[in-house]
């Protein structure tokens, strides 16, 4: 909801792109600070309490950006929303790789498809109701209590079991993990570019309407989440880094075509080719940490985390404040080069898939293939 309304708020507040780039700093800095103390809190209390604890402030977030006045208060309520929301992802998926470990059976892939969804449902939401004509803040004040209560609901059924695994307050990545913190970042860093500024990009330089440009994160979304949805019958078909390379080409063309677009029509081409493309980078990834050996899976998976998420830090400010110099449609040419950087990095998720299968075989489970 909140990428949807993002053209909306900017005109509401009357912000430029460096002063947007700024206040969306925000969201990246509380990630980063409670990506810190995220994995200990799962490896002390379990990923179902961290979930249910972060509940209340993830969605009730959204109020305090509908209530936001100026750039100041926007930077101060996307602390709060970036810092509840990264907990709960790290939680997350600490739960999804206690279930995928169970099953014996790669499902991470189809959990970030879920999550893709959700981004697609919201972001129609948003596109409609700005359609209608509805005040950002008369939307996000409704939404935020509705979304606390489903966030409760579904924390009552999920799976415990992975408490007490112990974990420092923050654990730098290395070795493999390091690798797939970087592949991790470059994937987080273009899909943040692309929510954040793709309605942006067609309302400023190609003048979409409002509703029109709204839209742009439900589409991209919609690739994600049918790429992901699919990702796992990839994943145990195709060799991890073939697919994370073809995956990072695809993302690229995306890229282009949104760079050189005369009309709207391509930039939603684009957005989809570089949705499909990303789609199964992130869960590969994660996945493949919530295995390392190397450190408990809610402290491995906050680590890769923490460091692919100061992608949301750097990257919307960044290519806001470059913009500024040569125009936001110049400045999108910079997720080209961190999709080369994947497309260098492809083995490191080769070698942490053959632990998962090696892994899954020392408990006695089944793999697909």
């Not at 909801?1 to 509401?12: F, K, L, S």
């Not at 509380?30 to 509940?55: D, N, Q, Y």
């Not at 606390?148 to 408490?163: N, Q, S, Y």
């Amino acid at each position: 909801m909140w990428v949807a309304r993002i053209p909306a708020v900017q005109e509401r507040l009357g912000l430029g792109v460096g002063a947007l780039g700024l206040a969306l700093l925000g969201a990246g800095l509380g990630t980063l600070l409670a990506m810190i103390p995220a994995g200990a809190l799962v490896a002390g209390h379990g990923s179902r309490a961290v979930v249910t604890w972060t509940a209340l402030p993830a969605a009730g977030s959204l109020a305090l950006i509908g209530l936001a006045s100026d750039g100041p208060t926007l930077f101060a309520a996307l602390v709060v929303f970036g810092a509840s929301n990264s907990a709960l992802d790290v939680a997350m998926n600490a739960q999804g790789s206690a279930v995928e470990q169970r099953l014996g059976r790669p499902i991470m892939s189809s959990l970030h498809g879920l999550w893709s969804l959700g981004n697609m449902s919201g972001a129609a939401v948003g596109a409609f109701l700005a359609a209608a004509g509805l005040s950002v803040r008369l939307h996000f004040l409704a939404a935020g209590p509705l979304l606390v209560v489903a966030l409760l609901l579904a924390a009552r059924p999920l799976v415990v079991g992975d408490v007490g695994q112990g974990g420092a307050a923050f654990a730098w990545p290395r070795g493999a993990l390091l690798a797939l913190a970087v592949v991790a970042f470059c994937a987080v860093t273009v899909e943040g570019a692309m929510f954040d500024w793709g309605g942006v990009y067609l309302r400023r330089v190609l003048d979409a309407p409002e509703a029109t440009a709204a839209s742009a994160a439900s589409f991209f979304s919609a690739a994600m989440a049918a790429g992901r949805l699919g990702g796992d019958q990839l994943t145990a078909r195709v060799r991890a880094p073939a697919l994370a390379r073809a995956c990072a080409l695809l993302a690229g063309l995306g890229v282009a075509a949104i760079v050189v677009a005369p009309a709207p029509p391509l930039v939603f081409g684009g957005l989809v080719a570089v949705g499909l493309g990303l789609s199964v980078l992130v869960p590969l990834a994660f996945g493949a940490a919530g295995r390392s050996a190397d450190m408990p899976s809610g402290a491995a998976i906050a680590a890769v985390a923490t460091m692919s998420y100061f992608g949301f830090l750097v990257g919307p400010p960044t290519i806001g404040l470059v913009a500024e110099q040569v125009t936001l449609r110049g400045a999108l040419v910079l997720p080209l080069a961190l999709l080369a950087v994947i497309v260098l990095l492809a083995p490191a998720i080769g070698d942490q898939r053959a632990r998962r299968k090696s892994g899954w075989a020392a408990d006695g489970l089944t793999s697909t293939r």
